[in-house]
């Protein structure tokens, strides 16, 4: 039910529209509603207490919850790209006008002030059916949409994309529509769906579309990946390890990186972790795990992934590492690391041991003998590391 408390609400048609009113249906968690206003002006609303904050369209903050209202409205292409719409918001536009202009028929729905549901293009029947259904041929003019409906499919598992919008998918592809994405919104949306259930699903939609090679032209896409992907989910891992693990199979990192501006840790995560891979085979083939050489290759790895100044970055690597060992993925002209052989927990402490011994004291024990004072450091890390191998 909508709030009638308000009194700048008094006598506004006001409805809750898209995602809050599917997620309802779906009997999910509603998160942020989205707001639309009939039959209003900014005029009206700025009197009522509402604060502008709309660039293109009139959009305002709810003077005491701060919720974001729009005014009903329609749009026009008026150019190349997700942003080339000419919008019109006049107190003339009607609901169900509103609603045409949305993406998929699941998502335009609204609910009245008394939980009524509006549903002018029968969203209620694909949500029971489970179809990604486009709600007309203004769907391509909006190349963002092919990325949205990718995101859906891996939020929603069960739900499949209509034949008929996924040649609207392809089209928008073959137009170079797809191609006036820019790299933020790319990876707003490949960010946000890599978190959801089955983020598989959203790979393989783009794919199916033909849109996987445009978006991120440097991605290598191969069944291997796609499990990693889903393990990364099941896993719970944060996103730069996701990342990290979704870009295991592809030569070109750094490239896809600039390409889709990725921040910077998810990169660092994606540099460092055939690193981590290779170091956990090598410790691995080693016959003798008391050897000295064994603690001092220890902390070399966690040396070279710079572990002592990041150690949460450092374990979520190994995690990561774990997790591909999980599911058996194979680097280049090496065999797969196996879960057994890598033991989280052991080098949690082994890291820990590495990072708490007392440099202060080794750099006074060495004063004035600077070129001396790393080697004595390093070295009693890997004494400490050696000694828990022993015990262990």
């Not at 006598?11 to 509603?30: K, M, Q, S």
Request: glycine share 8%; proline share 5%.
């Amino acid at each position: 039910m909508l709030n009638k408390k308000n009194n700048c609400l008094d006598g506004l048609a006001v409805y809750i529209v898209g995602g809050a009113v599917r997620d309802r249906l779906l009997g999910l968690p509603e998160g942020d509603k989205d707001w639309v206003v009939v039959g209003a002006s900014p005029e009206d609303m700025s009197a009522r207490g509402f604060i502008p904050v709309g660039g293109d369209f009139p959009v305002f903050l709810h003077p005491h919850t701060k919720e974001e209202y729009a005014l009903a409205r329609t749009e026009r292409k008026s150019g190349r790209g997700y942003q080339g719409f000419t919008f019109y918001t006049g107190k003339d536009v009607r609901l169900e006008e509103d609603l045409k202009r949305r993406d998929l028929t699941i998502n335009a729905m609204a609910q009245d002030r008394e939980g009524n549901i509006i549903d002018p293009l029968n969203g209620q029947a694909d949500l029971q059916a489970g179809v990604f259904r486009h709600v007309g041929d203004a769907f391509i003019e909006d190349p963002v949409r092919v990325l949205r409906v990718a995101r859906f499919a891996a939020r929603f598992t069960r739900f499949v994309l209509a034949e008929e919008t996924r040649q609207l998918c392809r089209q928008m592809v073959d137009n170079g529509e797809v191609d006036a994405l820019v790299p933020e919104r790319v990876w707003k949306e490949i960010s946000r769906g890599m978190l959801y259930e089955k983020p598989s699903r959203m790979f393989a939609m783009l794919a199916d579309v033909n849109a996987l090679p445009r978006v991120m032209p440097q991605l290598v896409w191969n069944p291997q990946i796609a499990a990693l992907t889903d393990a990364a989910q099941a896993w719970g891992l944060p996103l730069p390890s996701r990342f990290a693990l979704v870009c295991l199979g592809s030569p070109e990192v750094q490239a896809l990186g600039k390409h889709l501006r990725v921040p910077n840790d998810c990169l660092d995560y994606a540099r460092l972790l055939p690193l981590v891979l290779l170091g956990l085979q090598a410790w691995q083939a080693q016959e003798n795990e008391h050897d000295l050489q064994k603690a001092d290759d220890i902390v070399g790895l966690i040396e070279r992934c710079d572990g002592l100044r990041k150690p949460e970055r450092f374990m979520d690597l190994i995690q990561a590492a774990a997790c591909a060992g999980k599911t058996g993925f194979p680097l280049p002209d090496t065999a797969a690391i196996q879960h057994g052989d890598v033991p989280v927990a052991f080098w949690r402490i082994c890291l820990e041991r590495a990072k708490d011994i007392d440099a202060g004291a080794i750099a006074r024990e060495y004063a004035g003998q600077a070129a001396q004072i790393k080697e004595a450091v390093r070295k009693v890390r890997v004494e400490s590391v050696y000694e828990y191998l022993i015990q262990s």
